[in-house]
Structures are given as C-alpha cells and as structure tokens.
C-alpha cells in the first residue's frame, strides 16, 4: 500500500506532524506504507545523491515503484528496493477517494487474472488509504 509521491501538501499538518523537516518526511513516510509510486521527471532529476539518501531513509522491505519504459536503467543507487515499471502495469491497483471499496476487494480477490502486488492512491486521500488498510487487513492479504 501506497501513494503517488510522499510529499502531498494536504498532508502538511494532518498526516506528517507540523514541525517535521522535508527532508525527514520520506523516512515517515515509510514507518506507516510500504511503497511509493515515483513519476520519472521526479526520480530522473534527483542526483545520485539523494538516490542513496532515499534508499538510506527506508525500511529493507520498502519498493521503489519507478515509472519508466524498459529500455532506462535503474538507479544503482536504489538497487534491490527499485522496480521500473509502466503506469499501467497490472502489478499496480491506482485507487482514489473516490474508489469503491467492494471493486478493490473484487479486484484483489484474483478474479481478474492478474493479482494486483501494488496498491497505489492516485491523490493521497489518507481516509481512503485507511479504508483501503482495513480492507487488506480484513481479506489477510
């Protein structure tokens, strides 16, 4: 279960405490989700640097999703927490606050043929990302 990005701004306040450092949110991030969707112009600029402070700030489970057509490389610097993959990969379930939550159960049940490994909120909405917490829970997935 994730997001698209760590640094929503609805979240300033409400999700990170108000007195958090920027630079402290992904490490905080990663205590309460276990991966992160990055677009490619987000993860493209980031210089090596902050590559290997991302990989640093996270638990060893914890997945890079990386949007990228096949033909990038990898960042050395997250080797062993990156996937690249495309934003319709079938690996990733997109959900929004406006997602039913009886579709994602349906769609996690396997009937679809392809088992979701990725859950991913497109906007960031923290009460749907409970409910969807809860919903994995009650199907012990």
């Keep these: 279960l994730g997001s698209l990005g760590w640094s929503n701004p609805a979240w300033r306040e409400t999700f990170y405490p108000a007195d958090m450092p920027e630079e402290w949110q992904l490490t905080y991030f990663n205590t309460q989700f276990n991966c992160v969707f990055l677009e490619r112009s987000v993860w493209q600029q980031a210089s090596p640097d902050q590559l290997a402070q991302w990989n640093a700030d996270t638990h060893e489970q914890f997945v890079f999703l990386l949007e990228s057509e096949a033909s990038l490389p990898q960042p050395a610097e997250l080797a062993g927490k990156a996937l690249l993959m495309r934003r319709d990969d079938p690996r990733v379930l997109w959900f929004s606050r406006d997602s039913a939550l ?21 906007d960031g909405d923290l009460g749907q990302m409970e409910r969807v917490a809860t919903l994995l829970e009650v199907m012990g997935l």
Excluded: E, H, T
């Excluded at 009886?102 to 497109?122: E, H």
């Design 102 to 122: 009886k579709d994602l159960a349906a769609a996690l049940s396997g009937n679809s043929g392809v088992m979701p490994r990725f859950l991913i909120s497109s």
